[in-house]
């Protein structure tokens, strides 16, 4: 049931991550927030591994710090890597 709750949180680190951000063409308000719900259960899921006990089944501070950081880089990474760019 957690698992829900990280996904949420990726959400408005996704959405906030595009709001901090200049638009971009490619991804929009809905792929922003859902790269960042991905990101967030991604980051759950790798905290996981250094938490003990089990992380998905209840909320874990480790779990809510490392799904933050993984859902801002994912989202700020695909924001970023698919604006364009002008040399002039």
Do not use: C, D, E, K
């Not at 308000?29 to 980051?43: D, E, Q, R």
């Not at 006990?53 to 990474?77: F, N, Q, W």
């Amino acid at each position: 049931m957690a698992i829900y709750a990280y996904a949420l949180i990726g959400i408005i680190v996704g959405i906030l991550a595009r709001i901090a951000l200049p638009p971009t063409r490619s991804v929009g308000f809905v792929g922003s927030a859902l790269l960042g719900g991905v990101g967030g259960i991604i980051g759950a899921l790798l905290s996981s591994v250094f938490a003990p006990g089990s992380v998905t089944s209840h909320i874990h501070p480790l779990g809510v710090v490392v799904a933050i950081v993984v859902s801002a880089l994912v989202s700020i990474g695909v924001i970023v890597g698919t604006r364009n760019r002008r040399f002039a």
